[in-house]
């Protein structure tokens, strides 16, 4: 049977299924594993897709993102009832009540067959929505991620901030976990983790790996943060930096001797320095600018762009590491000079997204129309593209 076939008989069944009550708060639902079933054949197709993401969403059908396209399966349509029936075992009691006060909770978890998986629950139209992200079954390196060796030796280092931003899906936890697991391999330290949720799962090489998670091992980022240097780490992965004071402690964290990693949601490497600055009062911006400017060591901003083959994507980045220059026009809050400074330092490893974009073009990786459309400026974009 054609496995389209297969999966909308799976939810031809759900639709004879009676909705299932609410969990009773004394009865904890299973936790973390996700139990074979529907959701387990959901995801296994999924996978055997190639899928990164599933979404199920109320009356429409189960709908993949494949190397980056949107695809729907015909005649699979869930119900409300249905989707709450899916992701039932995946919550405890304690999800529950978080998912109807918060609106949206994200959580990791295991499926027996397409492996380690992490979602995010939330609502639309009164109806519970669930978007699936599946995750390789190994940690990533950077050659697997088509990552530049620049990065590794980013890596090396052993105090300072490395953030890594671009939209949500643009593979930020992928190239986190490459980070990390090129220290895991090569050097004899110990690395905390602290993740919403855990999404990677990194095992003891030669140094020793805490994964803290978000809602179940701490309440939130900043609290973690608060103590975490009486816990003798020598590199600190930090999610995302969320909040002012999560921001603060990370920077004075960097500034103390300590490597650490995190991510932002930015598109480029000069609005991730405008982020941080603006998410503090005026009078405290120059404070920080001046902890940024001795913190920092390098931003990467990513995107995944398609291949020419039409079943791969490739990751175009702008990196800028801070140098003097950089440095300098941090303190001197000459932001809008950044991007000239990254244009003309190649030697010092840095590279603007155009220039990322038309090393893939011209290697044929990707077609020119994809390196323009991925672009920040089309007018330097066409003349690297012509040069």
Request: hydrophobic share 40%; net charge neutral; charged share 20%.
């Given at each position: ?15 004879r ?6 969990p ?14 529907t ?12 899928a ?12 993949l ?5 949107l ?13 709450r ?6 919550l405890?009691p ?10 949206s ?8 067959g ?5 979602i ?13 992200r599946?995750?390789p079954?190994r ?17 090396d ?19 986190l ?8 391999t ?5 690395i ?13 090489k ?9 809602g ?10 608060r103590?975490?240097?009486?816990q ?12 002012c ?39 405290q ?7 940024l ?33 950089v ?22 490893g ?8 038309a ?11 994809t390196a323009l ?15």
């Amino acid at each position: 049977m054609h496995q389209k076939d297969e999966l909308a008989q799976i939810v031809e069944q759900l639709n004879r299924a009676k909705p299932r009550p609410e969990p009773e708060a004394h009865k904890p639902s299973p936790r973390i594993v996700a139990r074979s079933g529907t959701l387990h054949e959901i995801l296994s197709d999924a996978l055997h897709r190639q899928a990164s993401d599933v979404l199920l969403i109320a009356d429409s059908p189960v709908c993949l993102r494949v190397h980056g396209r949107l695809e729907t399966l015909p005649a699979s349509h869930l119900g409300a009832d249905q989707i709450r029936a899916l992701v039932e075992p995946l919550l405890t009691p304690r999800h529950w009540q978080d998912l109807q006060q918060q609106r949206s909770i994200d959580l990791g978890f295991t499926d027996p067959g397409a492996g380690r998986a992490r979602i995010n629950l939330h609502f639309q139209r009164g109806g519970l929505v669930a978007s699936i992200r599946l995750l390789p079954s190994r940690v990533p390196t950077f050659e697997l991620l088509n990552l530049p060796p620049s990065l590794e030796r980013l890596a090396d280092r052993r105090q300072g901030l490395i953030l890594v931003t671009g939209a949500t899906g643009c593979g930020k936890s992928s190239t986190l976990a490459a980070f990390v697991n090129s220290i895991n391999t090569r050097r004899c330290e110990h690395i905390i983790t602290i993740e919403d949720p855990i999404e990677f799962q990194h095992q003891n090489k030669t140094p020793v790996i805490e994964q803290i998670e978000v809602g179940s091992d701490t309440p939130g980022f900043a609290v973690c943060l608060r103590s975490i240097l009486r816990q003798s780490p020598d590199v600190i992965l930090v999610g995302e930096m969320r909040d002012c004071e999560t921001v603060e402690t990370v920077l004075r964290i960097a500034e103390t001797g300590h490597l650490v990693l995190s991510t932002l949601h930015t598109n480029d490497a000069t609005q991730a320095i405008s982020r941080i600055i603006d998410s503090f009062p005026a009078p405290q911006q120059p404070q920080i600018r001046q902890q940024l400017s001795l913190a920092l060591h390098a931003i990467i901003c990513q995107q995944l762009v398609p291949g020419v083959e039409g079943n791969a994507r490739y990751p175009a980045l702008e990196i800028m590491t801070a140098t003097d220059a950089v440095r300098n026009l941090i303190r001197k809050s000459e932001d809008h000079q950044l991007y000239s400074q990254l244009s003309i330092s190649r030697a010092e490893g840095m590279r603007t997204m155009e220039q990322s974009l038309a090393e893939l073009a011209a290697s044929r990786r990707i077609t020119r129309e994809t390196a323009l459309a991925h672009c920040f400026r089309a007018e330097s974009m066409r003349r690297y593209l012509t040069a």
